[in-house]
Each structure stands twice: as C-alpha cells, then as structure tokens.
C-alpha cells in the first residue's frame, strides 16, 4: 500500500469517527490564534490560576459553545456553527481587563472582539451582519433583557446553563442567587 493511499483511508477513518472533516472551523480557529486573543487569554489564565469560582477560559467557552449548538438544534434556529463558535469562544476575553482596569468585561469583550474580528484575512472572514451579530451577543451577554436578539439570548442562556454548580466545591461560597444557580445535570 503506497504512503498516499494509507494517508487516505487514515483521512476517511477520522471523517467516519468524528464526522469531521478536519478544517472545518477555520474561521474560529483564526480567530483565536490572533495575536490580540492570545494576548488577552494568556493574561486571563494568569490572573484566575488561584480563583475558586468559575473561570474563563476554554472549558467554559467551549462548555458555552456546544450548549448553544445544541440548543440552536434542538429548536431549530438555524445558526451557522461558526457564529455560534465564534460568539462563545470570544465573549470572555475582556475578562482580564476586568480584573486589572475595571472595565465591565462585555464592554471591554466587545472591542476586543471587534479588532479580531476585522483583522481575518478576506478568505477567513465572517460577513459584515455576522460579526455584527457576534458583537451584539458579546456585548449583551450579561445581562437578560425582554428585547434581546437571538444569538444575544442563546449566548446568556448557555452561559449560565454551562456552570455546573452542583459538583463546584466552591458552590457554598458563590454569591450566585440559588435561582440561577444549576443544582442538577440539565444539558
Ligand atoms: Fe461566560
């Protein structure tokens, strides 16, 4: 069997397992090699390595990111995964300014995100209403309002689903309300 065929059937057999083809999240992927998300991310695991309460970094975000895809499934919503991806794995990343300047971290999130998002080379680029949409759910994400978007919803309801309180061992310490705390396995 020559080189080329075995790395075929290998490229075939990873396709039947995970269903993936690989390179499918290139966008997301570009996004968070950016200089500016590293940047930012790298400060924030620097500032929460001794935090108790929930963190910020990529088990969350992606914990945020799969609950929105299965939700916008579930009830058919018709996002594409990438917009989806993109609006969690960005929405922290002005935590670390919270932390140092006391910028609310939607706000400083929002900014940040905007630069990132501009600077995708022309073939990696969301349109002009995609990141417009992602920049929105970012800024929004923190707090529920009646008129919200779709995506701004998504995003905070999968946020707050995504916290699993009941196996936290700091949960007796949190001043989460227990009404928005998540006491059970729910998604
Ligand atoms: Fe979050």
Known sequence: MT??????????MTERITGQ??????????????????????ELEELEKDRIFCRHQMPHLLDVARIAWI?????????DREVV??????????????????????KAGEEIAAQI???LPEELA????????????????????EDMELLESLLYESDKR???????????ECDWSPEKKNLEIDI
């Open 85 to 106: 991806y993109a609006a969690a794995v960005l929405h922290d990343i002005g935590k670390a300014l919270q932390y140092t300047e006391k910028i609310p971290h939607e």
């Open 71 to 79: 939700l916008n499934l579930e009830r058919g919503l018709g996002f």
């Open 117 to 119: 998002l501009g600077d």
């Open 21 to 42: 083809k690989p390179g499918q999240m290139k966008r997301v992927n570009a996004l968070r090699a950016h200089p500016l998300y590293q940047k930012y991310y790298r």
């Open 3 to 12: 080189e080329r065929i075995a790395e075929e059937m290998k490229g075939q």
């Open 162 to 172: 995504s916290r699993q309180c009941f196996a936290c061992p700091a949960e007796s």
């Open 126 to 145: 969301f349109s002009e209403e995609e990141k417009q949409m992602i920049l929105r759910a970012i800024a929004g994400h923190r707090r529920w309002r």
